[in-house]
């Protein structure tokens, strides 16, 4: 509340105890600055050391695993990076319902170097060159951030705009729907209204984007969690050019399709690549 209070750091904690008298619903704002580096070895404690050292890629490729990137052309830092304070503790191995993640009111202001476009959650608005300001317009558990080379592509639906942020020279999909390229917008809110049906959900937000992330970003399944790093409020991160995800070749899908269906005469280009698109 504007003044300065003595606090104790413990490794990634900052705890604050020391003359804090707060009444049942009074509220307090704390501000602080902080600057430092990753320590990716703090990403997935609960994560077995056999588990970590598994091999990631096809065949004799083996990728180096990776959960956080700040370099001079690209960042990306998601919630398990533990860059953006929230509330509450991480992880413990003492007891993990520990960790209750809260709604936070996120507003991120991002300034790099001039040519690079950063991605987050909520309303983007380009201040200057280089300098972004994000503003979400719901509370959420969690943010993420990614600063690259990105341009975008998008699509109207009916009451959401759907995306996708991609790495400039990786739009290698833009050729292979020639023939339901004029459905595509349909096909997607057909589709996204069918999920939310599915599973009696709805979308709060207004905004939903794949974006393409490097393929050495590895994410681990936990039983205390719903969902993996891939997954993040308003977006899907997609391994570069959809690395270890054979339904994003779409082209080699579309050829197989063309041996599977010899015989089946009634099964058009059309058709072909509207299975394509639907099994992705």
Same mark, same amino acid.
């Given at each position: 509340n504007g003044s300065e209070i003595s606090f104790l750091r413990e490794k990634h904690l900052i705890i604050i105890s020391d003359n804090v008298n707060l009444e049942p619903g009074e509220e307090a704002k704390v501000a602080f600055s902080y600057g430092g580096s990753i320590d990716e070895t703090l990403c997935y404690l609960d994560i077995d050391e056999k588990t970590m050292q598994e091999k990631y890629g096809k065949f004799v490729i083996n990728v180096d695993k990776r959960f956080a990137?700040? @370099?001079?052309?690209?960042?990306?830092? @998601?919630?398990?990076a533990n860059w953006y304070p929230k509330t509450g503790v991480t992880?413990?191995?003492e007891n993990v319902s520990w960790y209750q993640p809260q709604f936070i009111n996120f507003n991120l202001e991002v300034k790099t170097k001039s040519g690079l476009q950063a991605v987050s959650q909520g309303n983007v608005n380009e201040v200057s060159e280089g300098q972004f300001k994000f503003e979400? $317009?719901?509370?959420? @558990?969690?943010i993420t951030l990614a600063i690259g080379n990105y341009k975008q592509k998008t699509v109207e639906g009916k009451d959401i705009k759907f995306g996708i942020w991609?790495?400039?020279?990786? $739009?290698?999909?833009?050729?292979?729907?020639?023939?339901?390229?004029d459905t595509i917008p349909s096909i997607i809110n057909e589709r996204f209204e069918d999920f939310? %049906? @599915?599973?009696n959900l709805n979308y709060s937000?207004? %905004?939903?984007?794949?974006?393409e992330v490097p393929a050495?970003?590895?994410?681990?399944? %936990?039983?205390?969690?719903?969902?993996?790093?891939?997954?993040q409020p308003e977006q899907v991160l997609i391994p570069e050019k959809g690395f270890m995800i054979n339904a994003v070749d779409f082209e080699?899908?579309?050829k197989n399709m063309q041996r599977w269906r010899r015989g089946d005469n009634n099964m058009t280009p059309f058709d072909m690549e509207l299975r394509v698109f639907e099994d992705f």
């Open positions: 990137f700040i @370099t001079p052309n690209y960042v990306l830092l @998601t919630p398990e992880y413990s191995s979400n $317009d719901h509370p959420l @558990t969690q991609y790495l400039e020279g990786h $739009d290698f999909f833009v050729h292979s729907f020639k023939e339901i390229n939310e %049906r @599915t599973y937000f207004s %905004r939903f984007s794949l974006v050495q970003f590895k994410t681990f399944k %936990r039983s205390w969690k719903s969902s993996q790093e891939y997954v080699t899908q579309q």
